[in-house]
């Protein structure tokens, strides 16, 4: 296998470019859980989960990787709107504009959602004294 060293050199700068603006975003944008959907491109999600984990807390790696979870989600959306898109409309960057607009919004429904159930659940099991289970689960009958 002939290594190209011209096509190596562009991918690590447009990897690098990527992680650095992904990087910028997860500074700049308050909730780290929507920040994290930036960090579903799969080489980008382990270094923002290190470096969360690594220059804050195991809370905010926890949230980057919630919000990876999502984008993740995003991804497959978009992968699935692109392949329709170009076959139908037969125009490759409208389909790519379009794809990456179902992949930001399906993303940012993802996360919505995922956090509301942890929220809820948080909630749930938070009312209940430590310890106590509830009737239902403990196989006791009331």
Known sequence: MKVDIRDLGLRFIFGGL??????????????????GIF??????????VIMAGHFG?????????????????GCTMCVLTAAFC???????????AIALIVWFVSSYAAIMLMQGFLEKRKRMTGNRPAGKQP????GKQP
């Open 135 to 138: 009737l239902e689960s403990s």
């Open 86 to 96: 170009m076959e139908h409309l037969n125009r490759w960057g409208l389909s790519l």
């Open 18 to 35: 990527a992680v650095a603006a992904c990087y910028v975003v997860l500074q700049l944008v308050p909730s780290k859980s929507f920040a």
């Open 39 to 48: 960090a579903a491109f799969p080489a980008v999600m382990a270094a923002a």
């Open 57 to 73: 807390s195991s809370e905010q790696a926890a949230d980057i990787a919630l919000g990876a979870s999502a984008g993740m989600l």
